[in-house]
């Protein structure tokens, strides 16, 4: 069977590399390493029409979470082995899938100690992504590349302007429970947004242009 250690070290720590090759001849996986994705970090697709299982994972993730991320998209594969579409894509068996999966990397110590500590809080109850969850995402965030330069919907003021990846402009407003609301200039809507969502700043609140 080939091994895709060194490849996959390439984009994760060295050590979880030799599991996660063996996780895909053990499966037959068609694993590819994707272009960046401002929607989504990876995806699952499951075997159809004699394609294989198929999972594919944002080059540009730091490899912290490039790995979780993978872990994420296996659990997805477990899942549809045993159960094919009979569950709910993140129902308990995907969380339990996710958590058994996650164990072995947590025991050979690969990761950093704020990172393993929002590991832990995240797999209480892991959502529908590692990014959804704010605690888990704001400290991966630290292991970018860039993560000192871009700009969140909760560290800029209140009634700033600011605009996001697809060039849509917006004024923040206050925050309700988890999200905060930002009304879209152009059309008046109200949308809730993430406060871990990146922005670019246009004016801050008070008229401060930047």
Not at 48 to 56: L, M, Q, T
Not at 139 to 147: G, S, V
Request: charged share 25%.
């Amino acid at each position: 069977m080939p091994d895709f250690s060194k490849q996959l070290s390439l984009y994760m720590p060295e050590l979880a590399a030799p599991i996660i090759s063996a996780w895909i001849n053990d499966t037959g996986c068609q694993f590819r390493i994707s272009r960046s994705r401002k929607t989504k970090l990876g995806d699952y697709t499951a075997p159809f029409r004699g394609a294989p299982h198929k999972i594919s994972v944002n080059y540009d993730l730091n490899p912290y979470a490039f790995l979780i991320t993978t872990i994420h998209e296996f659990a997805h594969l477990k899942t549809w082995q045993q159960h094919k579409q009979r569950v709910k894509p993140h129902g308990a068996e995907w969380k339990g899938h996710y958590k058994q999966l996650m164990a072995p990397f947590l025991q050979l110590d690969i990761f950093p100690a704020d990172i393993r500590q929002a590991i832990a809080q995240y797999m209480d109850n892991p959502a529908a992504s590692s990014c959804t969850d704010i605690g888990l995402h704001r400290t991966l965030r630290k292991y970018d590349e860039n993560a000192t330069e871009q700009l969140t919907i909760e560290s800029i003021p209140t009634n700033s302007i600011f605009s996001l990846a697809d060039g849509r402009i917006f004024q923040k407003r206050e925050k309700l429970r988890k999200r905060y609301r930002c009304v879209e200039l152009r059309t008046a809507r109200t949308f809730l947004i993430q406060p871990i969502a990146e922005v670019i700043l246009i004016k801050e609140a008070g008229g401060i242009k930047k």
